[in-house]
């Protein structure tokens, strides 16, 4: 930021709120786009308490308000009930449409394939890197193997939203599979529905956002 000549601050472009699970993938669609963007990140360790999200999302907006002329909160409503739509219209901020990641990286093919399997455990580039870390950790999976059954008994199949193709991510996956005793189902999905709706938002007109 500047100083103008009547006192005031001058305000840089955009600001872009964004999941640290959706943060590398974001990052590379603004350097791709050539946004003048700054990029803020927030725990993608939130998710296991929604409340958290609205609550980072909040503290961060406040913190920025007046540093730009437009804020992108790069969420789904990922379990706030609508809560966080609340903070963002409060803030005159946007997201882009979607219940969830896993959703705007799929798009139609996540719902396809819920309808074939509602079993369906999912996995993005971001979660197969931090699997041990965000899954098995998080929930004493390594502590106590015998509570895998009681997380994820009803799962029939994992669909990996594949961001891009790296050997090392595969067999990551296919690990993961076999750890849950499931199939495993890869799709090449890219940014999906994420890009295109960023896009949107950042490249069109600045609109606000019914909630999902």
Known sequence: ?????????ERKP?????CGALAKEVRELAERRGWEADLYGASALHHSHPTRIVDAVEERLAEIRNRYDRVVVVYGDCGTAGALDEVLARYNAVRPEGPHCYEMF????????????????????WLVRN???????SLGLDRN??????????????????????????????????YLGVTLEVRDVGLGELGRRLVEIVEGPAEPLAAA
């Open 14 to 18: 955009l600001a872009l709120i964004c």
């Open 1 to 9: 930021m500047r100083s103008v000549g009547n006192g005031e601050v």
């Open 106 to 125: 799929g798009g139609a093919d996540f719902e396809r394939l819920m309808e074939e399997e509602t079993g369906t455990f999912f996995l993005t580039d």
């Open 145 to 178: 193997p015998a509570l895998k059954p009681v997380f994820f008994a009803s799962y029939r199949r994992v669909a990996y939203l594949r961001q891009s193709r790296r050997p090392e991510l595969d067999e990551e996956a296919g690990r993961i599979a076999e």
């Open 131 to 137: 699997w041990d870390r965000v899954v098995v950790g």
